[in-house]
């Protein structure tokens, strides 16, 4: 099994819903990160966990708040979003964290994505 | 401050002809580099991972090439086929536990 799987695929919702987007893998990466992405734009990082513990939270607002389970799940929990966070939301995983040693082993794979619409 | 370039921008490109995409890099110390294919609205996928050894890499009609000298990589596609309208996306992974640095992506679009 070599796939990130995201729900919902899209997801519609007024700023004052709560609503989240999950994300599941089995390769037995360690490292799981939320990616933002607006058209024409490369993503955007927005967290990191490493062995299920935040890494990097790349000072996301706290209407994002993530969640990581257990080493195969990753969740961003929205609560009071905005217009402007409307965009594409990608999960990613990787063995480890970027760099080190393991050369061209550790490599970064994504997710289909969550298209995210606010009203 | 470690960046990834990339050029041009966007490319449009008659169906069946080749074409070559660049990156350029200042991610020191280097890792490996890894080409990706973003389909509009779809999670990128990975074409190549190159590292520092490595000089060339195919994927079919994709082939990649690495100056780790000049901290530059190429993408070359042969034969293009309708299919490849993506944009490519250039990504270097640097010192441990630092991020993947992304590029800004080339849109390719290859027209009948």
């Known amino acids: 099994d070599t796939e990130v799987t995201q729900t919902p695929k899209h997801l519609v919702m007024g700023m004052t819903n709560k609503k989240s987007l999950k994300c599941e893998q089995h390769m037995g990466h360690r490292a799981m990160y939320w990616y933002k992405q607006k058209a024409k734009k490369p993503p955007e990082l927005m967290f990191v966990?490493?062995?299920?513990?935040?890494?990097i939270n790349e000072s996301v607002p706290s209407r994002f708040s993530p969640e990581c389970p257990n080493s195969s799940l990753l969740n961003l929990h929205l609560h009071a979003l905005q217009p402007e966070d409307s965009a594409l939301y990608l999960c990613?995983?990787?063995?480890?964290?970027?760099?080190?040693?393991?050369?061209?082993?550790?490599?970064?794979?994504f997710g289909a994505g969550s298209r995210l619409t606010v009203l | 401050k470690n960046q990834v370039e990339q050029s041009p921008q966007s490319l449009i490109i008659l169906e069946g002809k080749n074409c070559t995409l660049q990156c350029n890099y200042t991610v020191s110390p280097f890792s490996n580099l890894r080409w990706y294919k973003q389909d509009t609205g779809r999670g990128p996928v990975s074409l190549t991972i190159m590292t520092f050894s490595e000089n060339t890499k195919s994927n079919g009609r994709y082939t990649a090439t690495l100056d780790a000298d000049t901290k530059q990589s190429s993408l070359h596609i042969t034969a293009s086929q309708l299919s490849d309208s993506a944009s490519y996306i250039c990504?270097?992974?640097?010192?441990?536990?630092?991020?993947?640095?992304f590029g800004p992506g080339t849109r390719l679009s290859v027209l009948p």
């Open positions: 966990y490493s062995y299920e513990k935040l890494s």
């Open positions: 990504v270097v992974s640097g010192p441990y536990g630092q991020n993947f640095v």
């Open positions: 990613a995983s990787s063995q480890r964290l970027a760099g080190g040693d393991m050369g061209g082993a550790n490599v970064l794979t």
